[in-house]
Antibody
Framework: QVQLQESGPGLVKPSETLSLTCTVS????????WSWIRQPAEKGLEWIGR???????NYNPSLKSRVSMSTDTSKNQFSLKLNSMTAADTAVYYC????????????WGQGTLVTVSS | QSVLTQPPSVSAAPGQKVTISCSGS????????VSWYKQLPGTAPKLLIY???KRPSGIPDRFSGSRSGTSATLGITGLQTGDEADYYC???????????FGGGTKLTVL
C-alpha cells in the first residue's frame, strides 16, 4: 500500500521560501511522476507542478518563476521549494503520485497547512 | 478562475441519480484524459475516475465517467448520504503544459 506524508513548517514569514518534503512508502519514486497540489481554505485545487527522478518536470505557469522541485532517491522523497511567499500562498499543500501522461493523482498525502504570516 | 468549469453545487434525493459536468477546451479535455476526485471536509481528495471512465479498485460502479468533445461528466446513481462531498475534475492542458482542475462542485443529498 503506497503512502505519502508531507513534512515542513506550518508557518512561513512573508518573502521567505517554503520548503516541503514528501516521503513515499510502499513504492519507489523511480517510478511515476510526483506532484504537488495546494488548496486555499474554502477554495478549489491548484496544481503546482510535478517531477520525476529522470529530471523531467513541469510547473504551473502562474507559479513557475517561484517554484523548484527535486527528488532524493536515497530517501525515497521529493521536495518543493516556493520562494517569495505571500499571504496568497496560505493553503493546505498536498503531495500525490502522478500517473504521468494521463495525469491522474493517486494516492494523496494527508496534506499540511502552511500559513504565511509575520 | 479555474481552467475547467464545474457547477458550484448540485443536489438530489437519496436513491436518485445526479450528474456533474466539467467543461474545458480543445487543449484540455478535448485532447487529454479526465479524472474525478471526491473530497470530504478536512480530508485529502480521493480518486474516483481516471482515464475518462475507469474506476480504481474499491470504487463502486455507482460512479461513472464519460467524455464528449471538450466536456466530461461524472454520474452517481443510488445516492447515499455518504456521497455528500466536493467533487473535482482534472486533466492536462497541452497548451499550458500543466495539470488543471475544475473549481469543484458541492453535492448535497437532500
Amino acid at each position: 500500500q503506497v503512502q505519502l506524508q508531507e513534512s515542513g513548517p506550518g508557518l512561513v514569514k512573508p518573502s521567505e521560501t517554503l520548503s516541503l518534503t514528501c516521503t513515499v512508502s510502499g513504492d519507489s519514486i523511480n517510478l511515476y511522476f510526483w506532484s504537488w497540489i495546494r488548496q486555499p481554505a474554502e477554495k478549489g485545487l491548484e496544481w503546482i507542478g510535478r517531477i520525476a527522478t529522470s529530471g523531467s518536470s513541469n510547473y504551473n505557469p502562474s507559479l513557475k518563476s517561484r517554484v523548484s522541485m527535486s527528488t532524493d532517491t536515497s530517501k525515497n522523497q521529493f521536495s518543493l521549494k516556493l520562494n517569495s511567499m505571500t499571504a496568497a500562498d496560505t493553503a493546505v499543500y498536498y503531495c500525490a503520485r502522478d500517473s504521468g501522461w494521463s495525469n491522474w493523482f493517486d494516492p494523496w498525502g494527508q496534506g499540511t497547512l502552511v500559513t504565511v504570516s509575520s | 478562475q479555474s481552467v475547467l468549469t464545474q457547477p458550484p453545487s448540485v443536489s438530489a434525493a437519496p436513491g436518485q441519480k445526479v450528474t456533474i459536468s466539467c467543461s474545458g477546451s480543445s487543449s484540455s479535455i478535448g485532447s487529454n484524459y479526465v479524472s474525478w476526485y471526491k473530497q470530504l471536509p478536512g480530508t485529502a481528495p480521493k480518486l474516483l475516475i481516471y482515464d475518462n471512465n475507469k474506476r480504481p479498485s474499491g470504487i463502486p460502479d455507482r460512479f461513472s465517467g464519460s467524455r464528449s468533445g471538450t466536456s466530461a461528466t461524472l454520474g452517481i446513481t443510488g445516492l447515499q448520504t455518504g456521497d455528500e462531498a466536493d467533487y473535482y475534475c482534472g486533466t492536462w492542458d497541452t497548451s499550458l503544459s500543466a495539470g488543471v482542475f475544475g473549481g469543484g462542485t458541492k453535492l448535497t443529498v437532500l
